[in-house]
């Protein structure tokens, strides 16, 4: 009798009582083996006879099972057809999906790619700018130390100096 008292009937009102309940009876057995379900393979429905022997119809003679017997064949073969074709619709769509999401994933490669390019290109320019202005000023530091030199000699630099073979101004070509 202890045996019965210790034995309560726990009903579990919840989904996450069922779930502990299911977790308590695992844990009391530590050592014994779980075995976890496959993957069903989902429905395939029988093949087709290849032969049928007695072909049923509406003639004279037919039993009066044969009827019965001939509609649940009808009604397999139909049901065959239509897991068929159904399952040639799915593998189409399927396809279909996969071709639209690599259109998809190649677009956003290409966009990407695009964005990362533009981004190197800023990111090279930026870096481009920085010494080319040290640059600028340099040139334009010497241009002032020549002019001075210039001004001292007596020369002036006329506009018509500074302008090259082509008739753009030296500061311009860069």
């Known amino acids: ?84 074709l159904e399952k040639a619709k799915r593998e189409e769509a399927d396809a279909e999906y996969e071709k639209k999401v690599e259109v998809n994933v190649k677009a956003a490669d290409e966009r990407t790619a695009k964005k990362r390019a ?7 320019k930026q870096k481009g700018k920085k010494p080319r202005t040290e640059v600028k000023e340099k040139e334009e530091e010497s241009d002032e130390e020549e002019s001075e030199e210039g001004e001292i000699n007596g020369e002036k630099e006329t506009p018509s100096d500074k302008l090259t073979s082509n008739g753009h101004n030296r500061t311009d070509s860069s």
């Not at 533009?118 to 090279?124: E, F, T, V």
Request: aromatic content about 8%; hydrophobic content about 30%.
């Open 1 to 84: 009798m202890p045996k019965d008292e210790e034995k309560k009937v726990v009903l579990p009102r919840t989904a996450s009582d069922l779930q502990r309940l299911k977790l308590e009876k695992l844990m009391k057995k530590p050592d014994k083996e779980v075995i976890i379900a496959d993957k069903s393979q989902g429905y395939n429905p029988r093949a087709p006879l290849e032969f049928i022997r007695n072909v049923w119809g509406s003639s004279a003679g037919a039993g009066s099972g044969d009827f019965h017997v001939y509609r649940g064949v009808r009604r397999r073969e139909y049901a065959r057809q239509k897991f068929v």
């Open 118 to 124: 533009k981004r190197l290109k800023k990111k090279q």
